[in-house]
């Protein structure tokens, strides 16, 4: 209660502005938000390797733009209550079954230095709009370098074997792995690999938005 109204004298001595073009009133404004279109289906699942641990990872709208603008104040500017704006651009889009919901888990350093994890929040929200079980038993277990600017498989040797399935065994059957943003799906299937060898068998991962990352030179085939 204290809080709440803490919070709304905050809004009224600063009230919030859209993070992506300033506009007054809320933290994400409903022109930046109609701006989000959500990728044709070719775009939207990731290519994977034949022996992927991933069923398939998909990432719904362009991370571009304003919602580019959201997910960046969302993760690194504390816009945690952006959470209730983002999800539902999700959960009104899509829908699952009979699957365990687990974020993408955050070291606890980078945890404890955010206060949040963004992921966490987002499958939270998805799992209350499906009505889904959600899990945070995977963890983190090694930190891992911010993934920016990375390529595949540089991306790929950063996070292999940073996760471990920490909850009972085995590790629930079928899981949806849930991150903001999916760029190769390296994240991913480091998060499948730890939770098959716990036992999970199928293992799939949906996030909000899908980066396209440049080939390292010409000769790679853009991904
Ligand atoms: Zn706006």
Redesign the pocket.
């Known amino acids: 209660m204290i809080n709440r109204l803490w919070n709304s004298l905050l809004d009224l001595v600063y009230p919030p502005r ?6 007054a009133g809320t933290q ?6 109609a701006e989000c279109i959500p990728l044709t289906p070719p775009q939207r699942p990731q290519p994977l390797a034949a022996d992927s641990p991933l069923e398939r990872a998909l990432g719904i709208y362009p991370f571009q733009g ?1 919602l580019r603008a959201a997910i960046h104040a969302f993760k690194y500017q504390n816009a945690h209550p952006l959470a209730q704006i983002l999800a539902p651009l999700l959960f009104d889009f899509c829908a699952w079954q009979n699957v365990v919901l687990m974020p993408v888990p955050l070291h606890g350093v980078r945890k404890r230095e955010r206060g949040y994890n963004q992921a966490e929040l987002l499958a939270r929200n998805l799992a209350k709009a499906w009505q889904l079980p959600l899990s945070t038993d995977l963890q983190r277990v090694r930190a891992t370098e911010h993934q920016v600017g990375q390529q595949a498989q540089a991306r790929a040797n950063n996070v292999a074997g940073a996760f471990e399935w920490r909850g009972q065994q085995p590790a629930p059957s079928h899981v949806l792995l849930i991150d903001d943003v999916l760029t190769t799906g390296s994240t991913f299937e480091a998060c499948a690999s730890a939770l098959i060898a716990a036992g999970s068998t199928a293992v799939e991962g949906l996030a909000l938005a899908k980066a396209i990352i440049k080939p390292a030179s010409p000769l790679d085939s853009p991904e």
């Not at 859209?18 to 506009?23: A, E, H, I, N, P």
């Not at 994400?28 to 938000?33: G, Q, V």
């Open positions: 859209c993070y992506s073009c300033g506009k994400f404004c409903p022109t930046c938000l304003s």
